[in-house]
């Protein structure tokens, strides 16, 4: 059963247009969420997260918006550019800090087209 | 200061033998964590240590062991391995009360 999903393997933005990647979760003990970018032969990278008491957090061109009665959560980047095409994964955490893991949806590749 | 570091980049076993992997955590970490991310799929959790003890392992078989010394740093044991641990394995640290993990670059896992 997969708790955290990512239903759109991939998308495709035009450069300078706003990407907007959605996932979905289905355990109501969620209490943090972070999104992580991942190019190929490295390891994710951590590039904004989102406590379950907030409903938006933003930082430069990436903003996350989390709605917890539709259990949904989406990261916007405004503008879009062609450095941002890789893969995009949605993560949760239970617990936090030395107590937590992290659960991941399967990833969403993005394509920035210039 | 250095990301996390993880030993070897690559490696090639073959079914049936046993594979040891090794990560450094960033400085000033006391938690890290393992995981396993197969083609296609995000990463899955195996375990995580803080301060040289268990404190969560994911579904995986007890062929999967882990440790983590006095520095902090860890090693990832698989037993008897099976073409399907062929994956990337990805190692990663966290500062006490975050929520944050760091990751490593992985090691590349293939088993023939």
């Known amino acids: 059963d997969q708790q955290v999903k990512q239903n759109s393997p991939s998308l495709s933005v035009q450069e300078g247009r706003i990407s907007i990647l959605n996932c979905d979760y289905t355990n109501s003990m969620f209490d943090y969420f972070l999104w992580y970018k991942k190019y190929p032969a490295e390891g994710p990278t951590f590039l904004i997260s989102?406590?379950?008491?907030?409903d938006k957090n933003e930082d430069g061109r990436f903003t996350v918006f989390l709605n917890k009665s539709a259990k949904h959560l989406s990261l916007h980047i405004v503008p879009s550019q062609p450095g941002d095409s890789a893969v995009y994964f949605c993560?949760?955490?239970?617990?936090?800090?030395?107590?937590?893991?992290?659960?991941f949806g399967k990833g969403t590749k993005l394509s920035v087209k210039p | 200061d250095a990301g996390v570091t993880q030993s070897p980049t690559h490696l090639i076993k073959t079914r049936g033998q046993q594979v040891t992997l090794r990560c450094s955590p960033i400085?000033?970490?006391?938690?890290v964590s393992w995981y396993q991310q197969v083609l296609g799929q995000g990463p899955q959790f195996i375990f995580q240590y803080y301060e040289k003890e268990e404190r969560g392992r994911g579904n995986f078989p007890d062929r999967f062991s882990a440790r983590q010394f006095p520095n902090y740093s860890s090693e990832l044991n698989v037993n008897a391995l099976l073409l399907g641990d062929s994956a990337l394995y990805l190692c990663?640290?966290?500062?006490?009360?975050?929520?944050?993990?760091?990751f490593g670059p992985g090691t590349r896992l293939t088993v023939t």
């Open positions: 989102i406590s379950s008491i907030k």
């Open positions: 993560a949760a955490s239970l617990y936090g800090g030395s107590q937590g893991n992290l659960i």
């Open positions: 400085s000033g970490h006391k938690s």
């Open positions: 990663a640290s966290t500062r006490d009360s975050s929520y944050e993990q760091y």
